[in-house]
């Protein structure tokens, strides 16, 4: 069976050199159903891909917010495979 990839861009505040991407990636990828993280701290961005049946986007925004980072942004294409829509 497999298993549905989605992705979620997140634009962050409070992310401001590699030791904040590190943390964030370390972090991220010990939760069940996320399967990459990518973080850019020169555009103040992370793009995170999960499995949508395992974990809900408000549960990864969660778990970046309780690091102290703000979400300013977030688009989420789990709803459809062609266009990202805004996470809710």
Same mark, same amino acid.
């Given at each position: 069976?497999?298993? @549905?990839?989605?992705?979620?861009? @997140?634009?962050?505040?409070?992310?401001n050199?590699?030791?904040?991407?590190?943390?964030?990636?370390?972090?991220?990828?010990?939760?069940?159903?996320?399967?990459?993280?990518?973080?850019?701290?020169i555009?103040?961005?992370?793009?995170?891909?999960?499995?949508?049946a395992?974990?809900?986007?408000?549960?990864?925004i969660?778990?970046?917010?309780?690091?102290?980072?703000?979400?300013?942004?977030?688009l989420?294409?789990?709803?459809?495979?062609?266009?990202?829509?805004h996470?809710?």
């Open positions: 069976m497999t298993q @549905l990839l989605s992705n979620i861009v @997140l634009i962050l505040g409070g992310m050199n590699i030791s904040c991407e590190n943390q964030l990636i370390n972090e991220l990828l010990q939760i069940d159903g996320i399967q990459m993280v990518e973080p850019n701290f555009m103040s961005l992370i793009i995170i891909t999960y499995l949508a395992k974990i809900h986007p408000s549960r990864i969660d778990v970046i917010e309780s690091l102290g980072y703000n979400v300013r942004s977030c989420d294409e789990s709803k459809s495979r062609s266009k990202y829509t996470c809710s």
